[in-house]
T-cell receptor, first 112, second 113 residues
Framework: DVKVTQSSRYLVKRTGEKVFLECVQDMDHENMFWYRQDPGLGLRLIYFSYDVKMKEKGDIPEGYSVSREKKERFSLILESASTNQTSMYLC???????????FGQGTRLTVV | LAKTTQPISMDSYEGQEVNITCSHNNIATNDYITWYQQFPSQGPRFIIQGYKTKVTNEVASLFIPADRKSSTLSLPRVSLSDTAVYYCLVGPMFSGGYNKLIFGAGTRLAVHP
C-alpha cells in the first residue's frame, strides 16, 4: 500500500513563527502536492513538485514556500505564520503518468 | 485546465442510486475525468477515472456523453457510509512535468436512514 505520511496531525503555532509541515511518501512518486482545505472552499493547490528540486506554484502560493531536496519528502514552509493560514493542510503524491493520487491524513494547523 | 461545476450538496436515502453530475464545458482533447471521495477528517481517495462512454468498477460507474462536456458519477444503492464530499477533476493524465491536480469545491452528499 502506498503511504503518504504527514509529520503532525495537529499543530498550534504563534503568529510570526516559521512553520514546517513535512510530508513523506514511500512509493518513489515523482509528483507531490500541498493543498489547504477550508470549509466551503474545497481543496486549493498551494504548490506542487514534479521532481527533486523542481516546484511550481499552485493557485494560492502567497505566504508559503516549499522544499524538495529528496524524492520522498516534500516540505511546506510558512515563513511567518499568520492567523489566516489556520487551515487543514493535505499532502498528496502521484507517480508520473499514473491515474491515482494518494493523500496523507492531513495536518490541522491553528495559528494563534 | 478545464473548470468544473458540481452541485454544492445532495441528499439521498439508504438503498437509493445517487447520480452526481459535473459540468466541464471547456474540456480538452487530452483531458481525463477523475472523481475523488473525501470523508471527514481524512484525505481524498480516488474513486474512478474515465475518458469517454462508461467506466465501471466495484465502487461506482462513470458516464461520459459523446461531447464530454459533462460527466455523471453513479453510486448504486448508497449506504450511510457513502456520506462524503465528492470531487470531479478534469485534466491531462500525461502532461510531463506539469501534472497538476486541481480540485473544485465538491459535492457534499448526505445519505439518510
Amino acid at each position: 500500500d502506498v503511504k503518504v505520511t504527514q509529520s503532525s496531525r495537529y499543530l498550534v503555532k504563534r503568529t510570526g513563527e516559521k512553520v514546517f509541515l513535512e510530508c513523506v511518501q514511500d512509493m518513489d512518486h515523482e509528483n507531490m502536492f500541498w493543498y489547504r482545505q477550508d470549509p466551503g472552499l474545497g481543496l486549493r493547490l498551494i504548490y506542487f513538485s514534479y521532481d527533486v528540486k523542481m516546484k511550481e506554484k499552485g493557485d494560492i502560493p502567497e505566504g508559503y514556500s516549499v522544499s524538495r531536496e529528496k524524492k520522498e519528502r516534500f516540505s511546506l514552509i510558512l515563513e511567518s505564520a499568520s492567523t489566516n493560514q489556520t487551515s487543514m493542510y493535505l499532502c498528496a503524491s502521484r507517480g508520473r503518468g499514473e491515474t491515482e493520487a494518494f493523500f496523507g491524513q492531513g495536518t490541522r494547523l491553528t495559528v494563534v | 485546465l478545464a473548470k468544473t461545476t458540481q452541485p454544492i450538496s445532495m441528499d439521498s436515502y439508504e438503498g437509493q442510486e445517487v447520480n452526481i453530475t459535473c459540468s466541464h464545458n471547456n474540456i480538452a482533447t487530452n483531458d481525463y475525468i477523475t472523481w475523488y471521495q473525501q470523508f471527514p477528517s481524512q484525505g481524498p481517495r480516488f474513486i474512478i477515472q474515465g475518458y469517454k462512454t462508461k467506466v465501471t468498477n466495484e465502487v461506482a460507474s462513470l458516464f461520459i456523453p459523446a461531447d464530454r462536456k459533462s460527466s455523471t458519477l453513479s453510486l448504486p444503492r448508497v449506504s450511510l457510509s457513502d456520506t462524503a464530499v465528492y470531487y470531479c477533476l478534469v485534466g491531462p493524465m500525461f502532461s510531463g512535468g506539469y501534472n497538476k491536480l486541481i480540485f473544485g469545491a465538491g459535492t457534499r452528499l448526505a445519505v439518510h436512514p
